[in-house]
T-cell receptor, first 115, second 115 residues
């Protein structure tokens, strides 16, 4: 089974801090994604990556950056955390080899609170 | 841009009964994929069922089936013989067959199973 592991289930940080959310997948997937999930808004794509050192903006990239130095690891960075970034963050991965209908595989999520 | 609408924030069903979750979408494309994802209280999102727009036959996976109405841009999920383990948030998602890997999600429906 595909395993997508997010480093923290719960995280509490302060306004202005630089925050790193880490995600690791063990299936050699090329594509990785970061979403945030908010009640009433569903999942919204922040950034995604097709390959090492490649990244593309999603729908809500403002205030975030990403890093993909190794194929299995995709990091989400909040450069200067703000209270409106309090949310659930979900990481996912996928292999294009699964075909266009192949699923994304999700981690358990990180519930981030910015105080 | 594509949009996905789930008009039922919450639904409930008696155990062993059948329930239908609604999803509509808006797109100008003719080829695309539609998905239903399930997010149980433990929070890991998993794929329930998928449908390719070019396939007229409705997808079925055990107790889960879809009613795909392409002209109406409707993609509902039917759960038969509901079980306690079906309790979850259900998200409808759209993916274009062209371009990038982006999934567009609806806002979700929380399904409660009444014993």
């Amino acid at each position: 089974d595909v395993k997508v592991t997010q480093s923290s289930r719960y995280l509490v940080k302060r306004t202005g801090e630089k925050v790193f959310l880490e995600c690791v997948q063990d299936m050699d997937h090329e594509n990785m994604f970061w979403y945030r999930q908010d009640p009433g808004l569903g999942l919204r794509l922040i950034y995604f990556s097709y390959d090492v050192k490649m990244k593309e903006k999603g729908d809500i990239p403002e205030g975030y950056s990403v890093s993909r130095e190794k194929k299995e690891r995709f990091s989400l960075i909040l450069e200067s955390a703000s209270t409106n970034q309090t949310s659930m963050y979900l990481c996912a991965s996928r292999s294009p080899g699964q075909g266009l209908g192949g699923p994304q595989h999700f981690g358990d999520g990180t519930r981030l609170s910015i105080l | 841009a594509q949009t996905v609408t789930q008009s039922q924030p919450e639904m409930s069903v008696q155990e062993a009964e059948t329930v239908t979750l609604s999803c509509t979408y808006d797109t100008s494309e003719s080829d695309y994929y539609l998905f239903w994802y399930k997010q149980p209280p433990s929070r890991q999102m998993i794929l329930v069922i998928r449908q390719e727009a070019y396939k007229q036959q409705n997808a079925t996976e055990n107790r889960f089936s879809v009613n795909f109405q392409k002209a109406a841009k409707s993609f509902s999920l039917k759960i038969s013989d509901s079980q306690l383990g079906d309790a979850a948030m259900y998200f409808c998602a759209y993916r274009s067959a062209l371009g990038n890997e982006k999934l567009t999600f609806g806002t979700g429906t929380r399904l409660t199973i009444i014993p």
